[in-house]
């Protein structure tokens, strides 16, 4: 039986505004909207992590865009 390889995750840019001070802050407050309120549901559903890999990528694009005007 053939084995399916689970794809591959990109690692995602933790810079955020340029500031290391400030986007180690972002990064953390990000981490934890993520442990409470996104994976504590998602990961009954399943395994799959392109979800939340493509949302915490959409969530650090829309800050560093905010950040940036």
Known sequence: MMRLEEPTIPKLDRRLTGASVI???????????????????????????????????IMNSSVSSFASR
Do not use: P
């Open 23 to 57: 986007d180690e802050q972002l990064q953390e407050m990000i981490d934890y909207i993520f442990r409470d309120y996104i994976e504590t549901w998602y990961c009954r559903i399943t395994d799959d992590r392109r979800f939340t890999v493509e949302l915490r990528r």
